[in-house]
T-cell receptor, first 115, second 114 residues
Framework: GAGVSQSPSNKVTEKGKDVELRCDPISGHTALYWYRQSLGQGLEFLIYFQGNSAPDKSGLPSDRFSAERTGGSVSTLTIQRTQQEDSAVYLC?????????????FGEGSRLTVL | AQSVAQPEDQVNVAEGNPLTVKCTYSVSGNPYLFWYVQYPNRGLQFLLKYITGDNLVKGSYGFEAEFNKSQTSFHLKKPSALVSDSALYFCAVRDWNRDDKIIFGKGTRLHILP
């Protein structure tokens, strides 16, 4: 497909377990973002990758959260020792960037439920 | 750092009436501004953007938005609302001087009443 692909679409885990969420952006898109959407909380920025530059990690809520982007393409968001407050929909988006004005294309999200 | 404010959590409009969804922003440089829509149980979709040029930009589904630099606003508008416009709307900003990340507002839920 030509869109942004995220997996898994749903993940239920127990408190304290680690989870990995994957994002496959649109081919050729240099910018990749992770956001978190909780009920009533809007879209919370987590991390931003742009080409070969160092990622902007300023939105990661704690050191339990980390993300990497391999080969400028696929990205993985890892949450260690999950807590109930981590339950949310995690959205990935990519962009051509085009001097900064390129719009974001979003995946369908990964819904994480921590029991 | 940039920020976006959507002052209304919810807006109710009768079908056929004009609608406005408000957005104000703060950036240290010049903004790129965006509107996105999220329909129930669906992903976020791009509606329109302001990069440069005309302050009035037109987008998908008959929506438009006006960039007002003096008021630092980018309100979303539509002349005649449809029930199918009911959704969650997000405003977003990027500071292009700093090649910075895109930040979203908290969203405004739009209810179009038949």
């Amino acid at each position: 497909g030509a869109g942004v692909s995220q997996s898994p679409s749903n993940k239920v885990t127990e408190k304290g377990k680690d989870v990995e969420l994957r994002c496959d952006p649109i081919s050729g898109h240099t910018a990749l973002y992770w956001y978190r959407q909780s009920l009533g909380q809007g879209l919370e920025f987590l991390i931003y990758f742009q080409g070969n530059s160092a990622p902007d990690k300023s939105g990661l809520p704690s050191d339990r959260f980390s993300a990497e982007r391999t080969g400028g393409s696929v990205s993985t968001l890892t949450i260690q020792r999950t807590q109930q407050e981590d339950s949310a929909v995690y959205l990935c988006a990519s962009s051509e960037n085009r001097g900064g004005g390129g719009e974001l294309f979003f995946g369908e999200g990964s819904r994480l439920t921590v029991l | 750092a940039q920020s976006v404010a959507q002052p209304e959590d919810q807006v109710n409009v009768a079908e056929g009436n004009p609608l406005t969804v408000k957005c104000t922003y703060s950036v240290s440089g010049n903004p790129y501004l965006f509107w996105y829509v999220q329909y129930p149980n669906r992903g976020l979709q791009f509606l329109l953007k302001y990069i440069t040029g005309d302050n009035l930009v037109k987008g998908s589904y008959g929506f438009e938005a006006e960039f007002n630099k003096s008021q630092t606003s980018f309100h979303l508008k539509k002349p005649s609302a449809l029930v199918s416009d009911s959704a969650l709307y997000f405003c977003a900003v990027r500071d292009w001087n700093r090649d910075d990340k895109i930040i979203f507002g908290k969203g405004t839920r739009l209810h179009i009443l038949p």
